[in-house]
C-alpha cells in the first residue's frame, strides 16, 4: 500500500511541512522574541529620551564616543537645521551653516575657567560649525565636545554643572568659530550674547552653542539661553531672540546626534 503524499493528512487536506512546533514551544519562543524586541527598543529609546541604561549601554557609550571619525560632518552639523517652534513666542527658525571648523583639541575653545571646569572628562576631539539665521542677522557656533570620560565621570561632571550652576557663570564660555570670508567673520568673545552647555551622560560628549550678532557688536553683559528665554526678560540678547538662537540650534544638534549615535551603535537584528 502506498503511503500518503507528503505535506496532507488522511483527509488530503494540507499540513505544514517539518517539525510540528508545540504550543506551549511557540509560546515560549515568541515571548522571547517580544522581550529582544523590548529590550533592542529600550536602548534606542534611551538614546532618544536621554535617559541611561545599564548592562550593553556600556558598549553604546563607548562607541558614541568614536563617531567624530566615522560619522560624516553633514549628519553631525547639517548644511540646513529646522527650528520649527524654536523662536521667541514659537516662531519658526532656519538655520544655514556657513562654516565647519577643522576639527581640533580643546585648547583655545574655551574660557580658561570652563577649560578647567571640563579638565576632569579630558578632550578627545572638538567638532565645531558656525551657522547664521534666514536674516543674516544673527551668528551662532555649535560644538561637540568628545571627551575621554567614562559614564560614571560623565555623570558625576552633569551634576556638577547643574548643582554649582556653571552653565550659567558669563567667565565660563565656550568661545565662536569666527569663519573668515563669512557673515561670522567679527564673531570674537566680545561679541557673545547668549550661550548654553550640555553635558550628556549617556554618551562622552558635552553640547554647546554661543551665538551673537552678525554685524560684530559687542554685548555687553553675556545672558545664559535659559534667562533669556524667560517671559519678560529685558536685556538686549533676550530682546533679539538670542538666547532661543543659542538653545534651539544647540537642542536640534543634540537631538540629531542622539539618533545618529543610536543607529550607529545599534547591533543589526
Known sequence: ?????EGYDARGRGRALGVRIRPRAALAAACVVLGLGLIGGAVTGSWLTGDSGDGGAAGTFAAAGTLWHSIPVDRLFPPTVDGRGAGPGGADRTWTRIAV???????????????????????????????????????TTVGLLFTKADAPAMRSLAVRFRDEGLDRRTDLLPRPYAAPGTVAAAFGDRQRASWTVSVLTEAPVVVYAVSGWADGRAADVPQPAADAMKAGAATPAAQAGLGHEAKGLADRIERGFRTTAGQATEKPS
Not at 104 to 118: H, I, Q, T, V, Y
Request: charged content about 20%; proline content about 9%.
Open 1 to 5: 500500500m502506498l503511503g500518503e503524499p
Open 101 to 139: 571648523a577643522p576639527d581640533s583639541g580643546c585648547a583655545d575653545a574655551f574660557d580658561p575657567l570652563l577649560r578647567k571646569a571640563l579638565s576632569p572628562v579630558g578632550c578627545t576631539r572638538l567638532l565645531r560649525a558656525t551657522y547664521t539665521d534666514a536674516t543674516q542677522s544673527f551668528v
